[in-house]
Nanobody
Framework: VQLVESGGATVQDGGSLRLSCAASGFTISQYCMGWFRQVPGKEREVVGV????????DYANSVKSRFTISLDYARNTVLLHMNGLKPDDTAMYYCAADRSLFRRSGYCTRSPTTYEHWGQGTQVTVS
């Protein structure tokens, strides 16, 4: 199982970015997929999660109406579309995946500690 994030960059306040998470070694449609972010000295926090087998995304209140998760099944990729970026959105963004979450509980949790597989992260800086 491998997750590779890309698309991070430095953008101006109010700008937009699209992050990609390319998955390999598994099919995303059987997994909970999540985007999380972390700044130095703070805990990793959820951005949004989705059951890739069918369901609506669940977003953190801080990004609702600005960020959107989409799925590209042909490329086995999860996308994070970010609009209206603010300096507070500056962080390392991580993609995560877990197969057992949905099976156990019927939903994808927001807690990063419950996700088994992680990418290396991509930096987003808003100035």
């Amino acid at each position: 199982v491998q997750l590779v994030e890309s698309g991070g960059a430095t953008v101006q306040d109010g700008g937009s970015l699209r992050l990609s998470c390319a998955a390999s070694g598994f099919t995303i449609s059987q997994y909970c997929m999540g985007w999380f972010r972390q700044v130095p000295g703070k805990e990793r926090e959820v951005v949004g999660v989705i059951y890739a087998g069918g369901g609506s995304p669940d977003y953190a209140n801080s990004v609702k109406s600005r960020f959107t998760i989409s799925l590209d099944y042909a490329r086995n990729t999860v996308l994070l579309h970010m609009n209206g970026l603010k300096p507070d959105d500056t962080a390392m963004y991580y993609c995560a995946a877990d197969r057992s979450l949905f099976r156990r509980s019927g939903y994808c949790t927001r807690s990063p500690t419950t996700y088994e597989h992680w990418g290396q992260g991509t930096q987003v800086t808003v100035s």
